[in-house]
């Protein structure tokens, strides 16, 4: 439809509802009107506010002009669903705004700008959709024009409205300072009401809501509630905006210097920190002797790091991570001492006793002086109690190969990041313990010692045994994968060698990678000669006795052994011998007499009372108790079995914070002591009168494990016999319900200790002879070793005679039975 034919549709529609809108007519004599519709999607005009509109919709445009060609009046109605682009008639507000067209452009995109002005609230009556435009019907909405000081109230609210309009367009320059000043020219609340709402940034149906509230006062009272939200935004916003204008002030002021220090530098023939930084980085580079992979990357970080700001906030992570991959050995290798006379020296000087552990470091130089680099190099497991001398022994292995030695402690990680390094997208990144390790070491070949590889742990950050996997695989660790270098780095050439106190809690997987070598505990001839060659030199060297000539004879040395210490190893002995020397090196300094002989005799003073009694604890042959040997993360220990009998119902009871299986090893000697209770010499129908405790002592230690069954069978049976258990011999073995005796574990370090605590006879299964060979021939002294296979022969050995000792009296008690059973078994 054109321009013109679409004024005429309307002209002619203007004089139809015209007649048939007569009876509306108001009594003052003003009637209904029909005027075209401008259409407002985003914003909404207000009564006496002239206000610029884009308009670029079709039927906007073509009510535009019809309204040109007449007499430029439009009724502006507000949209209620803005994303509605093509609304019904129901579609609008019911009330709107008369307005009259001050302006009009034509764009080149085919839109148009208006400058309208507002005139007066008008209610739509009905909407008239004919041609390609809406009209409406609109009736005017008359308000009161009275002044502020006639309306009750007015003039307290329109001050707090100013206040608070002021202080928006202070805090937001696009509402100008004209906007403020008319609203300090508007004379009644109704007018400023509507001049603050034109200029607020609500939404449309906020706004609508304002232009349908009739009465001024009720509608500046809403408009001081927007005005308070879009306050506190843009309060906000000002806050938000003057901290960022402050860094970026900062930033710029920073920039700003930083370019005048570098045109002064370049002035002064200097380069800038930045520069010095990447040209060092860049010579080192060149001068390192990197594999092509490494090289890459790091070339590659290099020229990021030229090409960055000098305040951005990478270049120290860059930088850290270049110096990272320079100054790790890539290629830089010790040469092997291969001199088995030398490697042997060395070893003796710094250790005593440890053949097996020598043989193998020996074994190991003769092959790789024969095979060269054809040889896989071993990984090595050092297992034995705290204190035998593990740790030193890597050190030693270092110093006879010629090598640099690393240790590393692994004990407690949890985390597989410490293993393999974090990633540099994480801050504080750093790589993992391995790679730390061979930038210590400078070489590609040290010895990396991984202590207390036992004591890993796990949680949800990974498990770092599974990492170790790969480090202590040859077949895998050519290629180590770090997660912070992002390169291959090759762990081949390493010697690792790896320590645990126990290989139960080592997964197996790791253990099937490592060669076991075990340090048993030392003999107290061993630690005699020790103490002679190594501790006392050197804690009379490190107290500052050297040259006061202090003794300690054998017998003194043997008493801080048997009555001071109880232990495997031998670090609680130094301990002992230091504060003696302490004590003396104090009397020195003090100018006092100071002995140069330490007696046996004199050992109270200096370390008070002795701590533990040599010898078997247990005063002589008991009924009820009998000696078990343990095996703990300190070496072998003994352990006694006590058990009572009362009267009872047949229970059985076991303390002494016992774990599941050594529970059942108990109930299992009780099920042996019941079936061959005949053979035994008990009376069956005893035990269900009985109650049965047995009990193991120091019950503040946790105890578990099989090894205590014929210990714990040999307890109960001499408490239900009466016959007393011979207090010289020690025993080891799992039961079986048959009265069988099975192999168990650590009988080495088991046997040790009882040669410790004076033990004369050891039990042990018969199945665990073929270990004797690791048993050191000074071990044996003194020392009868019985293999058993079955309980029978168990009891022979260890049970005196019934009445040889006297102790308490045994608990019997006959179960008084019906005469009709006892008849009726006679009759059977």
Same mark, same amino acid.
């Given at each position: ?306 090409? !960055? ?28 001492? !291969? ?97 730390? /390790? ?195 993360? /300190? ?37 042996? /002591? ?40 040999? /307890? ?113």
């Amino acid at each position: 439809m054109t321009n013109a034919s679409s004024g005429i549709a309307w002209i002619d529609t203007l004089a139809r509802v015209s007649d048939a809108s007569a009876d509306l007519a108001r009594a003052d004599g003003d009637g209904p009107a029909l005027y075209p519709v401008l259409q407002l999607r985003s914003d909404l005009v207000f009564p006496r506010m002239v206000t610029p509109l884009m308009v670029g919709r079709e039927e906007s445009l073509i009510a535009i002009e019809v309204a040109m060609d007449q007499d430029h009046v439009l009724v502006a109605v507000g949209q209620r669903d803005p994303s509605d682009q093509a609304p019904s008639s129901e579609d609008f507000y019911s009330v709107g705004v008369e307005v009259k067209i001050l302006r009009q452009l034509r764009m080149p995109d085919g839109s148009t700008s208006i400058l309208v002005q507002g005139r007066e609230r008008v209610k739509v009556v009905q909407m008239v959709e004919e041609g390609s435009f809406l009209s409406a019907v609109v009736e005017t909405i008359w308000e009161p024009t009275q002044d502020s000081s006639v309306i009750s109230g007015a003039e307290p609210l329109m001050r707090a409205a100013l206040k608070m309009f002021e202080r928006c367009v202070v805090l937001n320059p696009a509402l100008g300072d004209e906007a403020y000043v008319a609203a300090l020219n508007a004379s009644d609340p109704g007018w400023l009401a509507d001049l603050i709402a034109s200029a607020l940034s609500a939404d449309l149906a906020a706004k609508q809501e304002i232009l349908e509230t009739f009465d001024p006062l009720e509608r500046l009272q809403r408009v001081t509630v927007l005005l308070g939200r879009d306050l506190d935004l843009l309060e906000l916003e000002a806050r938000i905006r003057s901290r960022v204008q402050d860094e970026l002030d900062k930033s710029q002021r920073e920039y700003f210097l930083r370019e005048q220090l570098r045109a002064i530098q370049r002035e002064l023939g200097e380069s800038d920190e930045q520069g010095r930084e990447v040209a060092d980085l860049r010579h080192k580079l060149q001068v390192a002797d990197l594999p092509p992979l490494a090289r890459a990357k790091a070339e590659e970080e290099l020229r990021r790091l030229s090409t !960055m700001p000098p305040f951005a906030p990478e270049i120290s992570m860059v930088r850290t991570y270049l110096e990272w991959l320079i100054d790790l050995p890539w290629r830089q290798a010790t040469e092997d001492n !291969m001199d088995l006379q030398h490697a042997a020296s060395v070893l003796a000087e710094n250790h005593y006793g440890l053949q097996e552990a020598k043989d193998r470091i020996l074994e190991h130089i003769a092959v790789r002086k024969l095979a060269g680099d054809k040889m896989r190099t071993p990984i090595l497991c050092l297992v034995g109690p705290p204190g035998t001398g593990k740790t030193s022994m890597g050190r030693s292995v270092a110093q006879a190969l010629g090598r640099k030695f690393v240790r590393v402690s692994i004990g407690g990680v949890r985390d597989e990041a410490e293993i393999r390094g974090h990633r540099r997208t994480y801050v504080g990144s750093m790589p993992g313990r391995i790679i730390q /390790a061979m930038r210590t070491a400078g070489t590609v070949n040290p010895v990396v010692m991984l202590d207390e590889v036992d004591k890993l742990g796990q949680d949800v950050r990974g498990d770092p045994s599974a990492a170790l996997l790969e480090v202590l695989d040859p077949e895998q660790n050519h290629e180590f994968f770090d997660h912070y270098l992002d390169v291959p780095y090759d762990l081949s050439q390493v010697l690792f060698i790896t320590t645990a106190n126990l290989l139960d809690y080592i997964p197996g997987p790791l253990e099937d990678r490592m060669e076991v070598i075990r340090f048993p505990g030392y003999l107290e001839e061993e630690k005699l000669e020790i103490a002679r060659q190594f501790l006392v030199p050197r804690q009379l060297e490190q107290t500052g006795l050297a040259n006061h000539r202090l003794v300690f004879p054998d017998t003194t040395l043997k008493t801080i052994i048997r009555e001071y210490t109880y232990e495997a190893g031998l670090r609680h002995f130094e301990r002992q011998l230091a504060k003696v020397c302490r004590k003396v090196a104090r009397r020195v300094a003090e100018g006092r007499n100071a002995p140069r002989r330490i007696n046996a005799a004199r050992l109270p003073k200096y370390l008070g009372p002795p701590d533990y009694e040599f010898g078997l604890q247990e005063g002589g042959d008991s009924i009820g108790v009998a000696t078990g040997l343990a095996w703990t993360e /300190a070496g072998g220990d003994l352990v006694h079995v006590e058990v009572t009998l009362m009267v009872g119902k047949g229970n059985l009871q076991l303390t002494g914070q016992l774990g599941e299986i050594m529970q059942e090893s108990g109930q299992a000697a009780l099920s042996y /002591a019941r079936a061959h209770a005949p053979d035994l010499g008990i009376d069956p129908e005893e035990f269900d009168d009985l109650d049965i405790h047995i009990h193991l002592p120091e019950g503040a230690i946790p105890k578990d494990g099989p090894s205590a069954g014929i210990t714990i069978a040999t /307890a109960l049976i001499s408490a239900l016999t009466g016959r007393a258990v011979r207090r010289d011999v020690a025993m080891t073995g799992e039961i079986t319900l048959r009265g069988r005796v099975l192999a168990v574990g650590g009988l080495k370090e088991k046997i040790l200790a009882a040669h410790r605590a004076g033990v004369k006879i050891v039990l042990f299964p018969k199945k665990n002879e073929k270990g004797l060979v690791e048993l050191p021939p000074r071990a044996r002294r003194g020392l009868e070793l019985v293999p058993v296979e079955d309980m029978n022969q168990v009891l022979e050995r260890v049970l005196l005679p019934a009445g040889t000792v006297e102790d308490a009296p045994r608990v019997r008690r006959r179960r008084q039975r019906p005469a009709d059973d006892s008849a009726g078994e006679e009759d059977s």
